[in-house]
């Protein structure tokens, strides 16, 4: 689990990166958009987490 998030970290500062540098629309508007599909699943799987949590507790 710790590894997986720590190369999710590290996509996401590679996806950070490449956007600062990028000067192609095209390039940017892709890294963004993955950039925010990458934030809505982290998202779901966060509540997802919190869901299994209280299920426990009930």
Not at 1 to 20: A, E, G, P, T, V
Not at 44 to 58: N, T
């Amino acid at each position: 689990m710790m590894q997986r998030s720590l190369r999710d970290m590290s996509i996401d500062r590679f996806i950070i990166k490449k956007l600062d540098n990028c000067r192609d629309t095209h390039t940017r508007d892709n890294l963004l958009q993955l950039f925010r599909i990458r934030i809505e699943n982290a998202q779901k799987a966060e509540r997802a987490g919190i869901v299994k949590r209280i299920k426990k507790i009930i």
